[in-house]
């Protein structure tokens, strides 16, 4: 796994002059990076190839729950009691795939019960139909930053996402102290040399940095 340091040098290296250029930071380095990867991984996504990369997630082992009420989880449409937990904590920010939010899987803090996606519209024309008691399956939402878990009495869910902020301080074994730039990407590698042209080409708009010529006399951006 390429960590973030090892990510900005790549693109350096690709660029001559940099390290006289005030403007060339390593954060706006990285927020290039991070801005074709999300598009990139979207498109990945949509053909179905993302969910396969285990070593792309991360999990928060114990995330903790608490109770809200149906108005606060747009689900006021259900008829029946229906108890509602709900995050404690805003989540880390997750990247966006194709079809939503990447969440890998999302179960019991034992990882025995799988949480099924749904929409709160979705849930309530479920939780109205007389069959609905006949359904054993767990089932969750996400809204605003926070995971809904309609009619599951736990205290705690594990939580295995695609996250683009740092996981540490979430994480009992977590370093909060880690530098940012030691943590790993969680970007495909077979996406890098695509991300670097997007990336180099937005720095040439931005700063007008001549292109370091490879041995052959050609340009590093060619694919």
Not at 19 to 44: C, G, N, P, W
Not at 108 to 119: E, F, L, Q
Not at 146 to 157: G, K, Q, R, S
Request: proline letters at 4%.
């Amino acid at each position: 796994m390429t960590t973030i340091s090892e990510t900005i040098s790549r693109i350096r290296n690709l660029v001559k002059g940099v390290k006289e250029d005030a403007f060339l930071t390593d954060r706006l380095i990285y927020s290039l990076v991070l801005k074709h990867a999300k598009m990139l991984i979207r498109r990945q996504d949509n053909e179905n190839k993302i969910m396969r990369f285990q070593s792309l997630f991360e999990k928060l082992p114990c995330v903790e729950l608490i109770e809200v009420d149906k108005i606060e989880a747009c689900c006021s449409g259900i008829k029946s009691n229906c108890k509602i937990m709900r995050t404690k904590d805003k989540l880390p920010t997750v990247l966006e795939g194709a079809y939503g939010p990447l969440f890998r899987t999302i179960s019991s803090i034992d990882g025995s019960i799988p949480v099924y996606k749904t929409y709160p519209s979705t849930y309530t024309t479920m939780a109205n139909t007389t069959t609905f008691k006949y359904n054993k399956n767990k089932y969750y939402w996400y809204l605003g930053g926070y995971l809904y878990f309609p009619n599951i009495d736990w205290e705690a869910v594990s939580v295995e996402g695609l996250w683009s902020d740092s996981i540490q301080m979430y994480i009992c074994n977590g370093d909060v102290c880690q530098p940012r730039q030691e943590e790993d990407t969680h970007i495909p590698e077979y996406l890098f040399a695509e991300i670097e042209q997007y990336v180099i080409k937005d720095l040439l708009t931005i700063i007008q940095i001549p292109i370091e010529n490879n041995d052959d006399n050609q340009s590093p951006l060619r694919t």
